[in-house]
């Protein structure tokens, strides 16, 4: 009996001692399991890290998103340089994957879709040609994107010390840029280097030598004349007038920048203006662009001022009579007046109402066209040069060597002649109705001016 009682101690003793060593044991037990979720608590406090840092971070360029299918609608105007988006877009399109819709429109057209586009709020152009007095109508009423947020963000790829002050003006206004330089033009003139061997003359340095070789060069019998002018009612007349306003040191505004079309200056001016027409073609009093590029090309003209897009067509002979008998010189200036070219040209400007992506993308192809790798492909297909880089590139200098005059004409360029206020298309349609009738033999050049005048302020 003793035995089995001490058996049976035996057996308690032994389950004690398990007993003992379990409840010992269970709190190390859990040890790993309850690391493994403080360590896993620290993971997301380090991943957490990682955005805070990508805040600090300036934007990152957005070419790193995919704009593949993207798809934009640029309006151009058939100006020269709409042969270099027909040949540059496809290569635009192979890179990025963003297709783009070329419409191809007119002068006045281009105008009155956009304008039609921008007040409808349709969007059906994200992209769009500006010419440079547009800029502060756009501008006004919000119709372009501004571009100034984009320009601060890729500042380090754009390159814009590169771009020639001067170029600036074509979408700037009060302080912001609502078009981005896309062709620059100089005023220049372009003569017969023949005609002028044979007549034994210098090319004009200044305007009165310019009506004294109009009248010296003009043959009529051999249907041979001076100069070529714009003279067609519209916005063709009204910007050549105030090219030989600024020519004549004049100004279409006053003191207050208030427009005033009719001094006694600038009827001057117009009667000087209409003296050249009679060393000019019949029909000059009709002509657009390209009759007045027409005229100049048939080799029936001994000079024209012009935009200098359009020098290196006169070397084309599919479309030039007069290859290798033309130079350029810089646009005479009045007497006795501190040289200053007239400049004008081209900015590309983004539809405020587009969607953002496609904002975005035409973004995308701003930078893309105006890079200097591409400017150099841009000017060989007809493009117009913004860039000192382009203009002083050795090689392009040697196929193109009046390159160096049109740098000076930019470095001395005015952008301002023709003012870009808000109010520019009224004064156009003024000057364009009223010059023309000028010139046609209705009226005087006073009462021209002061209907001109008129017709402003009725409408301001």
Excluded at 235 to 258: E, F, I, K, P, R
Excluded at 281 to 293: A, F, K, L, N, V
Excluded at 302 to 308: I, L, P, T, V
Excluded at 411 to 423: L, V
């Amino acid at each position: 009996m003793r035995s089995r009682y001490l058996k049976i101690s035996l057996q308690i003793l032994v389950l004690l001692a398990m007993v003992l060593v379990s409840v010992q044991c269970t709190p190390a037990a859990p040890a790993t399991p309850a690391e493994e979720p403080a360590a896993a608590a620290e993971e997301p406090a380090a991943v957490a890290e990682e955005p805070a840092a990508a805040a600090e971070e300036p934007a990152q360029p957005q070419e790193e998103k995919s704009y593949e299918g993207v798809e934009l609608t640029l309006a151009s105007m058939t100006d020269q340089y709409v042969a270099a988006f027909r040949y540059l877009i496809p290569m635009f399109e192979e890179e990025t994957g963003i297709k783009v819709t070329l419409d191809e429109l007119g002068y006045t057209d281009l105008y009155q879709k956009l304008t039609a586009d921008f007040v409808a709020q349709t969007a059906n152009y994200d992209l769009m040609t500006m010419d440079i007095v547009w800029s502060g109508e756009y501008a006004a009423n919000g119709y372009t994107l501004p571009l100034d947020d984009f320009m601060a963000r890729d500042q380090d790829e754009l390159q814009m010390d590169d771009i020639l002050p001067v170029t600036w003006t074509l979408g700037e206004w009060e302080g912001k840029h609502w078009a981005y330089p896309l062709a620059g033009y100089a005023n220049v003139l372009n003569y017969r280097t023949d005609v002028f061997e044979e007549a034994g003359i210098e090319p004009p340095q200044t305007q009165e030598e310019l009506l004294e070789a109009a009248k010296m060069l003009t043959n009529v019998d051999n249907d041979f004349y001076g100069i070529a002018l714009l003279g067609a009612k519209g916005s063709a007349v009204a910007q050549d007038y105030m090219a030989w306003v600024q020519q004549h040191g004049g100004t279409v505004l006053d003191a207050d920048g208030n427009v005033k079309v009719n001094t006694a200056d600038n009827v001057a001016i117009l009667e000087f203006f209409g003296e050249l027409f009679k060393y000019a073609p019949p029909g000059s009093t009709d002509y657009w662009w390209d009759q007045r590029e027409t005229a100049f090309r048939s080799g029936n003209v001994a000079m024209m001022e012009g935009w200098s897009i359009a020098r290196a067509g006169y070397e084309n002979p599919e479309m030039s009579s007069v290859v290798g008998k033309v130079d350029i010189t810089y646009a005479p200036v009045s007497e006795g007046m501190e040289p200053k070219y007239g400049f004008g040209g081209w900015g590309i400007g983004i539809n405020a109402d587009s969607d953002p992506d496609k904002q975005e993308a035409a973004w995308i192809f701003i930078k893309w066209i105006t890079s200097p790798e591409i400017q150099k492909e841009w000017l060989r297909h007809d493009g117009a040069p913004i860039r000192r880089s382009t203009l002083e590139d050795a090689e392009l200098v040697a196929e193109y060597p009046w390159l160096p005059k049109i740098l000076v004409a930019f470095e001395q360029g005015d952008g301002d002649y023709r003012p870009r206020i808000p109010q520019y298309s009224i004064l156009q349609d003024a000057l364009g109705t009223y010059v023309n009738s000028y010139l046609v033999g209705e009226m005087n050049a006073q009462d021209a001016l002061d209907a001109a005048q008129k017709q402003i302020e009725d409408n301001l």
